[in-house]
Structures are given as structure tokens and as C-alpha cells.
């Protein structure tokens, strides 16, 4: 039988509706994949545009019945009807619409935990008007982990640098996420820390196949607290989790210098880095891979990966908008659920 029929069903959440989200889905009916892909999103919205940018698409709507190998014929996009809650006009933030883009997020959540899907891949969201609606939003990262009853994830992002032969994946995690920097030094626990290195070891081995992942762990303060010179959470907090962790088996590379660990000499000796705060990881990750970055949630029971961007609203509905990072992501969460999956004859 052709692997092609035992292809991986894909979905994707088209996001604010009034941002890049639904444009971006559209372009990936002229683009193929090693899966069946399946857009989240008001029909008659995706419709308008695709209009609008100019983009000659035939919509279907999405039968689950039909076999997960069954791709659409190049040109055409599978769509999974949800209204939306109001009109949407590309540009113009809709409070109303925040109940929506959550539906969004549930139903391919669901499908994912009920075995439906295989992933799902997810267009940006604007949290402020999420919140606006009525809802406490900080992110996809936080939403996920709340909805599946996981105490803890991962938030990493990833993508290519370098060129031709030298071009080889950086992907960077990270031990806190969205906090006040001001708050991170309390945050970085042992505890923290012993959770966050074991999620990123188990999910480097189980999704993306290392036997034995090297993790390249960057310190907090400037020049790794210079031996206490500079803060002494390396020697009290940082340098004896990792020890520990090292004692269990674990290939772990630190603490370093954030510095210096994202030069080329230092970043081939890993696999992965854990950064220990937001801006610290994802400045040089977004400056070197920005356009073509994912971002995927460890930790979860399902596969999720994401663009790196927000909902550039100014560019919504101009057609202008690059469709790289979506299309990266995409191709992550198969080649995922390729890995997860058993090859079948």
C-alpha cells in the first residue's frame, strides 16, 4: 500500500482572525506535504482571504470520515468549519471574536487527544484581545498545558542557520517564559530546572529521535556569575541541579556563558540549549532564524508546533505577509508525527 495513504492528518488553527492567520493557511494549498492537512477556521472567511490577496483557491469542507492518507488536489484547502462569533475585517481587533479563536484552539486540541489528528500546528493569536473578551490569556504555551492537565511544558523554539552543507537546526528552550525579569532569579529553582531538563531530554529523544541529547545549559548572570562574582544562583541553584541530573545519565553542557554558548565552536557541541530567561534565548534565535522559526510546545501529551511570529495586523489582508514560518512548522509536526507514528506496509 502507498505510505502516502497512511499520511498523517495535520491540524491547523488559523488564528486571529484579523491578522496574517487565515491569508498565511490559504498559501498552503499551493504547497504539498507529507500529510493531510486540515484548516480550523470560518469558511467564509478564509474565502474572503483569499480574495483579497489574490490567492486562486478551491475550499472543501472537511469530512473526518474520509481515510487520513486522502490528500485535496493541489490548489484546493481542507476546511474545518467554525463560525466566527462576529464579522471580521483584516486589520480591526473584534473582541467578540476571542471566543472563536479558542474554539479553534479546543477542537484541535480534542482532536489531537482523541487520536483524530496526529498534530497540530497553530497561527498566531493577539492575547490582548483575548483578554479583552473576558478571557485570562498569556499564551498558546500556557493555554495547552492548562487544557490537557499538564503541570509543566517546555517552550522552545527552533530553526536553521547557516548555509548550504554547514546548515544545521538550533533549538533553544527555555526554563522560564513570559515573566517580568525582575522575577526570574526567584523562579530559578532546582526543581524548576530538574523538570524543565527532563521534559527537553525525553522530548528531544522521543520527537525528534536523539538517542542521547546534549543540552548546552547557559548560566544566568553576565559571564556565569564569574564564580560569584556576579550572582551566585550558578553555584547554588544552577551548576548542582546539573550535576545531579548528570549523575542520572543525563548529557548536560554548563552552566555557560550566554555570550559566548551562541557562537558556532560552542553550539556544535549540543543539540539543544535551555536558556534561563525568555530574551535571553530567543533574541539570537529569532535574529538568526526569523521568518523560517517555529516554536514547539515539550511536554505536552499531543504534538503542537507554531509559527515564531504575532498576527502583524498591518499586513493582513495585503497578501504581503511570508508564509515561511508556517510553512516550517508544518513540516515539523509531520515529520513528529511521522516519528511518533509506526511505519505500516
Excluded: W
Amino acid at each position: 500500500m502507498a505510505a502516502a495513504e497512511h499520511s498523517p492528518l495535520i491540524a491547523i488553527t488559523s488564528g486571529e482572525p484579523a491578522g496574517i492567520g487565515p491569508e498565511l493557511c490559504v498559501r498552503l494549498a499551493q504547497a504539498r506535504f507529507p500529510a493531510r492537512l486540515v484548516v480550523l477556521g470560518d469558511r467564509e472567511l478564509i474565502a474572503e482571504r483569499a480574495r483579497a490577496t489574490g490567492q486562486v483557491v478551491a475550499i472543501r469542507d472537511y469530512d473526518p470520515g474520509q481515510p487520513a492518507g486522502r490528500a485535496p488536489f493541489p490548489g484546493c484547502l481542507e476546511v474545518l468549519h467554525v463560525p466566527l462569533a462576529a464579522p471580521s475585517q483584516a486589520g480591526q481587533l473584534d473582541a467578540r471574536n476571542g471566543a472563536y479563536v479558542l474554539a479553534l484552539l479546543d477542537r484541535a486540541l480534542a482532536g489531537c487527544v482523541s487520536g483524530e489528528f496526529a498534530a497540530m500546528v497553530t497561527a498566531p493569536v493577539h492575547k490582548g484581545v483575548i483578554n479583552d473578551a473576558g478571557v485570562p490569556f498569556t499564551g498558546h504555551t500556557e493555554y495547552l498545558a492548562e487544557h490537557t492537565s499538564t503541570p509543566r511544558v517546555v517552550m522552545m523554539l527552533a530553526g536553521d542557520v547557516g548555509e548550504g552543507a554547514d546548515r544545521h537546526p538550533l533549538r533553544v528552550a527555555l526554563a522560564t517564559t513570559h515573566l517580568p525579569l525582575k522575577d526570574v532569579p526567584g523562579a530559578i529553582t532546582p526543581a524548576l530546572l530538574r523538570e524543565v531538563i527532563t521534559i527537553l531530554d525525553a522530548d528531544l529523544k522521543r520527537k525528534y529521535g536523539l538517542a542521547r541529547p546534549r543540552i548546552l545549559v547557559t548560566g544566568l548572570n553576565p559571564h556565569a556569575g564569574e564564580d560569584g562574582h556576579l550572582g551566585r544562583e550558578e553555584i547554588e541553584v544552577i551548576t548542582p541541579t546539573l550535576e545531579q541530573l548528570r549523575r542520572e545519565g543525563l548529557e548536560l553542557i554548563g552552566p555557560l556563558p550566554a555570550d559566548t554558548l551562541f557562537t558556532p565552536p560552542v553550539l556544535a557541541r549540543g543539540d539543544a540549549v535551555l536558556a534561563m530567561y525568555h530574551d535571553q534565548g530567543l533574541a539570537v534565535l529569532k535574529y538568526a532564524t526569523f521568518g523560517q522559526g517555529i516554536n514547539v510546545t515539550l511536554g505536552l501529551p499531543v504534538i503542537r508546533t507554531s509559527v515564531d511570529h504575532g498576527t502583524a495586523l498591518a499586513l493582513a489582508g495585503t497578501g504581503q505577509a511570508d508564509p515561511g514560518s508556517l510553512f516550517t512548522a508544518v513540516d515539523e509536526a509531520c515529520r513528529m508525527a511521522a516519528l511518533a507514528t509506526p511505519a505500516r506496509s
